[in-house]
């Protein structure tokens, strides 16, 4: 069996509500509860959530809900110790899975065809995971800090090195991680035991202030024109 899991916490500070605030028509959680249902990959879709609004709203686009204590809503609470608690719930109600995928609230960008990918690819190797990636747009070799108002560059080998000769380097797109319940790893998340699933960038927008939440929807408005 596959479980969706899809943490939704109501404290959300810096945008009030964003995991339910209307995002081109429709609550934001909608559209990852939409693509989780469409992609019929899962047996059980759960929504875990401290918010009764939050709850309401998960139930009307399908998803089931199951309510998680307040030590596991604060701000400091990680999605693993959320997703071990829904497993380790659904575990005593006499169900057990062989996947389990974390989707997050805030992800309408994500597609099917690569929810896909992440768990097709996951499950003929041995790899423990996979998740999203994206390239980062502009070399990390290049970066600098900035001390006492002066520029600093971290490594200053690289500033003679032309862009096209430098390794491309990725981060995580936000969006999904698959993960196999028995497979254990030694390594971190981002290492050896777990697949990227290569999403293009304008398919990524992290969605943590009101500025990435208005570039967000342009983005969104730009590749769904024909339909909106």
């Known amino acids: 069996m596959n479980l969706c899991i899809i943490p939704a916490r109501g404290g959300s500070k810096r945008i009030p509500k964003k995991n339910i605030k209307e995002f081109c028509g429709k609550p934001l959680i909608a559209y990852?509860?939409?693509?989780a249902k469409e992609s019929n990959l899962f047996d059980k879709i759960v929504v875990s959530t401290d918010s009764e609004e939050i709850a309401k709203v998960a139930k009307k686009y399908g998803a089931e809900v199951q309510m998680r204590p307040a030590k596991l809503a604060d701000d400091?609470?990680?999605?693993?110790?959320?997703?071990?608690?829904?497993?380790?719930?659904?575990?005593?109600?006499?169900?057990?899975?062989?996947?389990i995928?974390?989707?997050?609230?805030?992800a309408p960008f994500l597609q099917v065809k690569y929810l896909k990918e992440g768990f097709?690819?996951?499950?003929?190797?041995?790899?423990?995971?996979?998740?999203?990636?994206t390239t980062f747009e502009y070399p990390i070799q290049r970066a600098f800090k900035i001390v006492d108002g002066r520029c600093e560059m971290f490594d200053k080998s690289m500033f003679d090195k032309r862009s096209q000769d430098l390794e491309e380097a990725?981060?995580?797109?936000?969006?999904?991680y698959w993960q196999k319940i028995d497979c254990k790893s030694d390594d971190v998340f981002f290492g050896k035991d777990s697949i990227p699933i290569i999403i293009p960038r304008y398919l990524v927008q992290d969605i943590d202030t009101?500025?990435?939440?208005?570039r967000a929807e342009m983005m969104y408005k730009i590749l769904n024109y024909k339909e909106l």
Do not use: M, N, P, W
Not at 76 to 99: C, I, P, R
Not at 121 to 129: E, G, H, R, T, V
Not at 210 to 214: A, R, V
């Open 32 to 35: 990852s509860i939409e693509v």
């Open 76 to 99: 400091y609470t990680g999605t693993g110790d959320v997703v071990k608690y829904v497993v380790d719930t659904l575990k005593q109600e006499g169900f057990s899975f062989e996947y």
């Open 101 to 106: 995928c974390t989707i997050y609230a805030t």
């Open 120 to 133: 097709e690819k996951l499950k003929y190797s041995d790899a423990c995971a996979s998740f999203s990636v």
């Open 170 to 176: 990725y981060h995580d797109a936000g969006q999904f």
């Open 210 to 214: 009101l500025e990435d939440f208005i």
